[in-house]
Nanobody, 123 residues
Framework: QVQLVESGGGLVQPGGSLGLSCVAS????????MSWHRQAPGKQRELVAS???????NYADSVKGRFTISRDNAKNTMYLQMNSLEPEDTAVYYC?????????????????WGQGTLVTVSS
């Protein structure tokens, strides 16, 4: 009933930029915290950045000053602008959101994940 879909991944050279989007769809009542996570080959999934409904943001130290997270509540969409990309940023990027949705007249909460989008930073 709730789906998150990421887009925007691809191949970029070191020092380049890339933008990711995550759109939530379904019988959505509201979305609380949204976040981006990533998982590099052979490594655990890690939090990249998060944003509250009010727009308060947090970043992993490794991306501070290079990545910018934002959201459009009216469009149920979250963005990640990635600048000065490094080979170490290569990973599958996942969006995550705590989604309040309506079903059978009631409101429920779901910790939803997208399917992931691959970002490769290489020359």
């Amino acid at each position: 009933q709730v789906q998150l879909v990421e887009s925007g991944g691809g191949l970029v050279q070191p020092g380049g930029s890339l933008g990711l989007s995550c759109v939530a769809s379904g019988s959505i009542f509201g979305i609380n915290t949204m976040s981006w996570h990533r998982q590099a080959p052979g490594k655990q999934r890690e939090l990249v950045a998060s944003i509250s409904r009010e727009g308060n943001t947090n970043y992993a130290d490794s991306v501070k000053g290079r990545f910018t997270i934002s959201r459009d509540n009216a469009k149920n969409t979250m963005y990640l602008q990635m600048n000065s990309l490094e080979p170490e940023d290569t990973a599958v990027y996942y969006c995550n959101a705590v989604v309040m949705f309506t079903t059978q007249g009631a409101i429920s909460a779901l910790d939803a994940w997208g399917q992931g989008t691959l970002v490769t930073v290489s020359s």
